[in-house]
């Protein structure tokens, strides 16, 4: 099994801002996925993350708006940026398990921009 | 296309009661992986339950279980003898062969009444 912290937990912005949401693994994965969820809404990936490569982004999802980091097998930033209140939602990362089984999940970061 | 739908956007249930969330999914490929996700009002993302396509037997994780219907196509979710703290949203979710992108179904909102 793999534990994620995710920090922020939650973050009220100003609109025009930026905010970088952290992600940490207690061990050393090889893929680590980026998810928003509007309100009331399932959940829709934005980037694929690898370390030592560009992020994969997903239809939709650019990387000037949501620049990623991914520096070790353990670590990955996302960046929300240019902050407008459409970007309110919460965002989750995850990691795969090596099996392929579960996918473990951070403990989200609510996002609201006034 | 690959799809996971979920037809129930909510359902109230008796406390102590069991229930069935309902989730089918369509793919052509032959391996792929179920899931089930329990999103509490907090906003993380707590894994329950993992159904692989070539697993004969049905998964069942305490009082989670999967009833996998394979010639169906559907992977419901069973909680026996529910809880008030197992209201929350609940997601269905899918990964085909080796792909780790999970497929979302849009959730069903389950509320246990005291």
């Known amino acids: 099994s793999a534990v994620i912290s995710q920090k922020p937990s939650r973050d009220i912005c100003q609109r025009g801002t930026s905010l970088t949401i952290q992600c940490q693994v207690d061990s050393q994965v090889t893929m680590m996925f980026w998810y928003r969820q509007q309100p009331g809404q399932s959940l829709t990936l934005i980037a694929t993350?690898?370390?030592?490569?560009?992020?994969?982004?997903e239809s939709g999802f650019v990387i000037d708006k949501f620049p990623i980091s991914r520096p070790n097998l353990t670590f990955s930033t996302l960046t929300v940026s240019n902050m407008s209140p459409e970007d309110s939602s919460i965002y989750l990362c995850s990691v795969d398990t090596s099996a392929n089984t579960e996918a473990f999940f951070g403990q989200g970061t609510r996002l609201t921009v006034v | 296309a690959q799809k996971i739908t979920q037809t129930q956007p909510g359902m109230f249930v008796q406390e102590k009661e069991a229930v069935t969330l309902d989730c089918t999914y369509d793919t052509s490929d032959p391996s792929y992986g179920l899931f089930w996700y329990k999103q509490p009002s907090s906003g993380e993302m707590i894994f329950l339950i993992y159904?692989?396509?070539?697993d004969q037997q049905n998964a069942t994780e305490g009082r989670y279980s999967l009833n996998f219907q394979k010639a169906r196509k559907s992977a419901n979710l069973v909680i026996s003898a529910s809880q008030l703290g197992d209201s929350a949203m609940y997601f269905c979710a899918m990964t085909l062969g080796s792909n780790y992108q999970l497929i979302w179904g849009a959730g069903t909102k389950l509320i246990i009444k005291p």
């Open positions: 159904q692989g396509s070539y």
């Open positions: 993350a690898n370390q030592g490569s560009e992020a994969t982004y």
